[in-house]
Nanobody, 131 residues
Framework: VQFAESGGGLVQPGGSLRLSCDAS????????IGWFRQTPGKEREGVSG????????YYADSVKGRFTISADSAKNMVYLQMNSLKPEDTAVYYC?????????????????????????WGRGTQVTVSS
């Protein structure tokens, strides 16, 4: 199984983008789904996640109030709506499935997403925020 991300692009600061994650091949309710981002030379950073089994969500502090994660279980799709984009949001964005958790509740308590818990990574979609 390999997820597929789409929707990235070049946007001006303050603009919006909607990323899509095609999670075909799995049953969404069996896994929490996460969005990560990575820039060259840096660790992969967990941005947001959703557990469709209980509706739980998680957002990194850096994106709270600006990004919204959602899912369409019928289509096996997970979305990341990104508003008020900043240059520091520039990165390659990836989605993946958490093989250890169905809910994001424990991630909320921990305060961070752990990349090693995730698999089925897509190839990523580039988001560039620049004027």
């Amino acid at each position: 199984v390999q997820f597929a991300e789409s929707g990235g692009g070049l946007v001006q600061p303050g603009g919006s983008l909607r990323l899509s994650c095609d999670a075909s091949g799995i049953f969404l309710r069996d896994y929490a789904i996460g969005w990560f981002r990575q820039t060259p030379g840096k660790e992969r950073e967990g941005v947001s996640g959703i557990g469709t089994s209980d509706g739980s969500t998680y957002y990194a502090d850096s994106v709270k109030g600006r990004f919204t994660i959602s899912a369409d279980s019928a289509k096996n799709m997970v979305y990341l709506q990104m508003n008020s984009l900043k240059p520091e949001d520039t990165a390659v964005y990836y989605c993946a499935a958490n093989l250890m958790r169905r809910s994001m509740s424990s991630t909320q308590a921990m305060g961070s997403m752990l990349p090693y818990e995730y698999d089925y990574w897509g190839r990523g979609t580039q988001v560039t925020v620049s004027s």
